[in-house]
């Protein structure tokens, strides 16, 4: 993990001094009182406003964040570190915080000075939920754009003071990606509408509602979030020396998930020996369930399988921050090849960490750990929904992408290879 960067700051850093290793543990610190409000979380539909104090105090939405503009200027690994631990306590927390903290990273990389002071101002204190896709069109108007639609699934909305948000310009032409843009909490609505789904209750995924906002064009860039020109640095790698400023999206997108999962899976791993220290065998009450060989080898195997999960996930986020590093100071660029192997590896670590909870720990834990306000319970929901979301589902997509970049083929829109009719 890196160290902050020594980089000039007009919004005085909170804790000059503070490191990945402290703030790390922080977040391991919380997990108790997070595991105890897993399901007011739920309830709630996020977690609470004294929660959201404590994790602003603890610095964890600045983590990505430019010294400059009053953050820690940490790396991949430290946030993901953080989510992982967070998570662990809660996975629905660790969705909602870690998906509110992370966009910060793509407005520190292409908005321009005075449009990135104008986002952290006054105190450096910035959280912004996103939407990938694409809603509505803009509509130039006095140096900017009138936006409008509802965007859905905006999770880490309800603390968020910002949105990033896609839409089109010109929809007509297949070949304009759009603009991507950020508006602030004053020029949408929250709507309370993440009820009835099946995990990630306490995510905060909630839609927003645009009413024909207006934002400067400076608020706006001419880009797919998702594919963003990051090729030999951006005006946010220039402006704030340090190439992490200049990385692809995807693979870090993935990242995220990947951390959430990994935490999510050691919860379930921490509620699986609480169950078989505790509870007897079956068939064979006078002994508890951990001193049979079997429990005791599902546990081992389910430890082995996070863990490699997690390495997976942290190899990741140390990959990702060497590409960039390559773009900037090497003239090798990020390429697309790049983002899409680094996407299939947070991919994979995701399925690592499912098959650890689903195939072992939720199998073997017992029925009564499936009944409604288990936590074994909660834990194969939350991680359930993470396979519903629309980028695990896109895998197949995404393993023939990967596979076609490599053997130099052109990519392919969803469907059969019209080279085998």
């Given at each position: 993990?890196?160290?902050?960067?020594?980089?000039?700051s007009?919004?005085?850093?909170?804790?000059p001094?503070?490191?990945?290793?402290?703030?790390v543990?922080?977040a391991?610190?919380?997990?108790?009182d997070?595991?105890?409000?897993?399901?007011e979380t739920?309830?709630?539909?996020f977690y609470a406003?004294?929660?959201?104090?404590?994790?602003?105090d603890?610095g964890?939405?600045r983590?990505?964040?430019?010294?400059?503009?009053?953050g820690?200027?940490?790396?991949?690994?430290?946030?993901?570190?953080?989510?992982i631990?967070?998570?662990?306590?809660?996975p629905?927390?660790?969705?909602?915080?870690c998906?509110g903290?992370?966009?910060?990273?793509?407005?520190?990389?292409?908005?321009?000075?005075?449009?990135?002071?104008?986002?952290?101002?006054p105190?450096?204190?910035?959280?912004?939920?996103s939407?990938?896709?694409?809603?509505?069109?803009a509509?130039?108007r006095?140096?900017g754009?009138?936006?409008g639609?509802?965007f859905?699934?905006?999770?880490?909305i309800?603390y968020?003071?910002?949105?990033m948000?896609?839409?089109?310009?010109?929809?007509?032409?297949?070949?304009?990606?759009?603009?991507?843009?950020v508006?602030?909490?004053e020029?949408?609505?929250?709507?309370?509408?993440?009820?009835?789904?099946l995990?990630?209750?306490?995510?905060?995924?909630?839609?927003?509602?645009?009413?024909?906002?207006?934002?400067?064009?400076s608020?706006?860039?001419?880009?797919?979030?998702?594919d963003?020109p990051?090729?030999?640095?951006?005006?946010?790698?220039?402006?704030h020396?340090?190439?992490m400023?200049a990385?692809?999206?995807?693979?870090?997108?993935?990242?995220?998930?990947?951390?959430?999962?990994?935490?999510s899976?050691?919860?379930?791993?921490?509620?699986y020996q609480?169950?078989?220290t505790?509870?007897?065998?079956t068939?064979?009450?006078?002994?508890?369930?951990?001193?049979?060989?079997d429990?005791?080898?599902?546990?081992?195997?389910?430890?082995?399988?996070?863990?490699?999960?997690?390495?997976a996930?942290?190899?990741?986020?140390q990959?990702?921050?060497e590409?960039?590093?390559q773009?900037v100071?090497e003239?090798r660029p990020?390429?697309?090849?790049?983002?899409?192997?680094?996407?299939?590896?947070?991919?994979?670590?995701?399925?690592?960490?499912?098959?650890?909870?689903e195939?072992?720990?939720?199998?073997?834990?017992?029925?009564?750990?499936?009944?409604?306000?288990q936590?074994?319970?909660?834990?194969?929901?939350d991680?359930s929904?993470?396979?519903?979301?629309?980028?695990p589902?896109?895998r197949d997509?995404?393993?023939?992408?990967?596979?076609?970049?490599?053997?130099g083929?052109p990519?392919?829109?969803?469907?059969?290879?019209?080279?085998?009719s």
């Open positions: 993990m890196q160290e902050a960067s020594a980089a000039p007009i919004f005085a850093v909170p804790e001094d503070l490191t990945p290793r402290e703030i543990a922080r391991t610190a919380m997990r108790p997070l595991l105890e409000r897993q399901q739920e309830d709630r539909t406003q004294d929660t959201h104090r404590a994790f602003t603890a964890f939405y983590i990505l964040q430019p010294r400059r503009f009053g820690y200027e940490f790396d991949l690994e430290t946030y993901f570190r953080v989510i631990e967070i998570a662990r306590g809660c629905s927390t660790g969705w909602c915080l998906l903290g992370a966009h910060v990273l793509q407005v520190a990389s292409m908005f321009d000075e005075q449009a990135q002071a104008e986002f952290f101002g105190d450096g204190h910035f959280v912004c939920a939407y990938g896709a694409p809603v509505g069109v509509q130039p006095d140096d754009y009138v936006i639609g509802k859905s699934y905006a999770s880490g309800p968020s003071t910002h949105f948000g896609q839409t089109l310009l010109h929809p007509e032409d297949p070949q304009d990606p759009g603009l991507m843009f508006i602030s909490a020029q949408f609505e929250r709507l309370d509408d993440w009820h009835g789904v995990g990630m209750r306490g995510s905060g995924s909630h839609s927003i509602q645009i009413d024909d906002a207006w934002i400067p064009a608020h706006a860039v001419h880009a797919f979030m998702v963003l990051v090729e030999g640095g951006t005006v946010g790698s220039r402006l020396g340090n190439p400023y990385g692809r999206t995807l693979g870090f997108f993935h990242g995220e998930f990947g951390a959430i999962m990994v935490g899976a050691y919860a379930a791993l921490d509620e609480r169950i078989i505790t509870r007897p065998a068939w064979i009450p006078t002994m508890k369930r951990y001193e049979l060989v429990y005791q080898r599902y546990l081992g195997e389910a430890i082995a399988e996070i863990a490699t999960a997690e390495a996930v942290i190899q990741g986020a990959q990702w921050m590409l960039a590093r773009n100071e003239d990020f390429t697309a090849e790049d983002d899409a192997r680094l996407e299939a590896l947070q991919a994979t670590a995701c399925r690592i960490a499912w098959h650890a909870v195939g072992i720990l939720f199998r073997t834990g017992g029925s009564a750990g499936a009944r409604d306000g936590r074994m319970q909660r834990y194969w929901r991680m929904t993470y396979w519903s979301h629309n980028t589902a896109q997509f995404l393993l023939t992408s990967l596979g076609r970049r490599r053997l083929l990519i392919l829109p969803p469907g059969p290879d019209p080279a085998a």
